[in-house]
């Protein structure tokens, strides 16, 4: 069992507080009265750029408008940011930390931040940063120093869509060595950003004499201003440098750079053996405390160097209140670590290592693993990060971590190391790359197949390979189900977390092939092993799995409190905006929509269902989701929300390549054409519906089920509208027979409510009344009402129902419950009013078709049918409106789809 890493130590280990506020100098702080009025003009537009090289003193001015900001009671929130930061997710959490600090009540996103944001997707956090910040009725300032360490093109377009939609009193102040690609330019000539450039940055001479003080004459001051171009941090050094001395005249005279360089070789020139040994050793370090100096450096009195050497304080940054860490001016760290490496390469990987083994021993396992790969020891990279957990680090709420260390590795360390391509290949599906996912995991199949695997990664491969095969929807074959069935039972029973994976493959297996009762039993057994495993993520997953195997079976009490339970779990553990509780809410507002079609938030559901498919999602997650949408549009009719839930099914098929999903695309696009009446489009889909169908007698083919239920729904419906398909009555047999052997009753209580409106559409009332009196009987211990709402003629024929029954007590239990679902139509705020088939067209209109059908002209039709040409006009008019075409030939091809001729 591999050892996991300690992920409920606080705080997280890629989070340090200390960025959230200025970094502290161990120098004076030069007064800049001229900048910081810049940066107090930057800071009225909605972005505000501080662009210059380093050592122009951007932090210290930014510190000192920071304070004073602070002190005048505003909003101000401050982030140090580094390389790492190029990762979105922790920019956004920094960004929303930075916010929490600053006063701003971002709720639930604290939380999530805290997470690293694994759980949402980034639409998903703009949108909810933009909601927090448009509660705010006092300007909110934000400061990133240090942006071009962060800079990358998803980091960039974050901002860019934070400038664009977030409310205007949010202000973004960034620092940077150069203009970051964010379209600066046009954004000062739009009036929507301020570049303070370094030219406002650099010293006058007042400000130098300022600095300097009285004991140095004005001589001194204006060789400073002279030979340094008033660059801050050659002032700075300068003074260090000198010791003291009255006068300055040891300057080095050239570019600037050079002349940071003259003094830090003064500096190390001037310092003792010691204090020269911790300058340069430690340089390999981003930040450092005292005991992490010492066990690099090998110095044992390193607080003394620290806090009384004069020439280490001049070139070191406080960043805490404490005291206790530390880093360089970036600009320094750079050169000394440059001299270092000049003097001996071997040192420098020498030194990367027992920085490895101190953060391995601090268990700071992201920095032990970033130290083990600079210190050119992949090997030792490698197993830190398989002793942290590999990819079961994200069964145990480690996707952040997993993603941090997985920064360290090339794609060559892949082809030596399996293992971590397995979990980059797991990250992948995480992230809805599965397409990706799948050419990585062919790399390691074809190694299997050449040479084989060792016992370890091949049990990781078959876990791996379960995985995505759920993700792709891929377990179609006849033996999917016993093949995962005999990997769970094959590993050693100690390995109870691979085992608990296997049976949560196997459980979305069987749940697509309609075999609830496998499912059920691989889900209980799962969440057992789950539960030994101490994997509550795991737990949580399996809830859901459990949730939906109940909601088919239209077990929904069973099924509410599985995925109350499980929703419950989410939000204590991964926070209210978790996409576990995403999953949750999704299966929740579908089983409260069954009951009550009044119960669904539909703008909530597609919401909920766009976060899914951007991040962790698989096809029964967004059958529960889509399914319920469907419903809801054939009882309100929503145009608008039809388009929007179709928008999002085509990107999502687009971005998984789900088949099944596809198919469940087909059956929106077609309720979507019935409520638009665009009769074009509804020919087109029932025709791409037909063409692709199949039919699924055998019982070890059954994988299509669902979407093949859900089009026979869609086709029936059409049928109802006027829109007839061939064996339209075999098919809804055929469904009503999957679903009573499968036992997916919501399903069968759905085909039968069908199958009785299409009986009593075409008069045969004996007929219709039996179905609905049977679904009747299945949905009334559960209250499942929205079933009964499908179509117009479906609530005619409840009230046929309860009137053909009313007398009959062995009927009861159906018409009482019919009776409720009648009541409860009053509750949906539609006005249900059925339009029967045989009346679409009057018998005038009738005649004046078979007319059109011939070929006859408007003057023909009249003359045949003793009319005048405007009559005949009328009446085509008429014939197209109700037909629902704007031609001659496509009236009469949609006359003869419908057999009106």
Known sequence: MIKKANLNSSPAPWFFATKLSPPKTNSTLMQREFALSRVE????????????????????????????????????GWVSLDYADSDIRRFASYFIMALDRAGVEMGALTFAAEQCLVELSINSVLSKIIHALANINQNIFLIFDDYYQAESSEVNNFVSSLLEYAPDKLHIILSSRSQPDIQVGSKV???????????????????????????????????LLAQTEGWAVAIQLAIVANKGNKEIINLFSGKQQYIVNYFTEQILDQSTDLERRFLLYTSILDKFNVSLAKAVCDIDDVPKLIYDSKNIQSLVVTLDKEE???????????????????????????????????????????????HARLSGDVDRAVALFLKAGGWELVLYGGVSLMRTLLRNFSVNDFERHPQVRLAYIYLMMKDGDIQGADAQLQKIHIIDEKVGLDAALQRDFYVIHSLLRIYKDDNKSA????????????????????????????????????????????????????????????????????????????????????????????????????????????????LNFWQEPNQLNADKMLELLSNACDTDGWFEIYASGFTSILEFLRIYQGKELAWKAISLITLTVRKRQIQRLAQLELS????????????????????????????????DHS??????????????????????????????????????????????????VLKGTLAYSKNAVEAGVKCILEAAQLAANQSIKTPFFMSPIAVELMQTSIELNAANPSKLLETNFLKNCFESRKNLN??????????????????????????????????????TGNTVKFHLKNIFAKLAVDKRINAVNRARYLNLI
């Not at 001015?61 to 909003?75: A, D, E, F, H, R």
């Open 41 to 76: 003009e930057a800071s009225e537009y909605p972005l505000g750029l501080i662009t210059a090289p380093a050592g122009f003193g951007k932090s210290s001015v930014l510190t000192q408008w920071y304070q004073s900001s602070l002190s005048k009671g505003n909003i101000v």
């Open 189 to 223: 000539v739009n009036g929507t950003a301020f570049e303070v450039e370094k030219q406002s940055l650099c010293f006058s001479l007042e400000e130098i004499k300022d600095y300097v003080g009285d004991e140095y004459g004005d001589n001194c001051a204006e060789k």
């Open 324 to 370: 206790t860490w530390f880093r360089y001016h970036h600009l320094f760290s750079d050169l000394l670590f440059k001299k270092l490496k000049r003097d001996s390469e071997a040192t420098v990987y020498a030194l990367h290592r027992k920085a490895s083994l101190w953060f391995e021993h601090a268990n700071q396992i992201d920095e032990a693993v970033k």
């Open 479 to 590: 033996d999917s189900i016993a093949k995962l069935e005999s990997l769970a039972n094959n590993l050693n029973t100690t390995d109870v977390l691979g085992r608990a994976v296997l049976r949560a493959s196997l459980t979305l297996a069987a749940l697509a092939c309609g075999k609830f009762s496998i499912a059920k039993i691989a889900a209980k057994a799962g969440l057992n092993e789950m539960r030994q495993a101490d994997s509550i993520l795991g737990v949580n997953y399996l809830f859901i799995h459990l949730g939906q195997i109940e909601l088919h079976q239209a077990n929904l009490d069973v099924a509410q409190a599985y995925l109350t339970e499980a929703g419950n779990m989410a939000e204590i553990n991964f926070g209210i905006d978790s996409r576990l509780k995403t999953n949750c809410d999704i299966n929740l507002q579908a």
């Open 668 to 699: 929106l696009r077609l309720t979507a054409a019935l409520i638009s009446r665009d009769a074009n489009k509804i020919m087109l889909v029932m025709e791409t519906i037909s063409e692709g169908d199949i039919f699924l007698e055998n019982e």
């Open 703 to 752: 994988y299509s089920w669902l979407p093949f239920c859900e089009t026979t729904l869609a086709l029936g419906i059409a049928y109802l509208d006027g829109y007839k398909s061939k064996n339209i009555e075999d098919r809804i047999e055929t469904s009503i027979k999957i679903a009573r052997r499968i036992g997916a009753i919501l399903y069968l209580i759905r085909l039968l």
């Open 830 to 867: 539609v006005t249900i009013t059925a339009v029967p088939q045989h009346s679409l067209l009057s018998k005038r209109e009738m005649e004046v078709m078979s007319q059109l059908a011939a070929g006859k002209a408007n003057k023909e039709i009249a003359r045949n049918l003793d009319m």
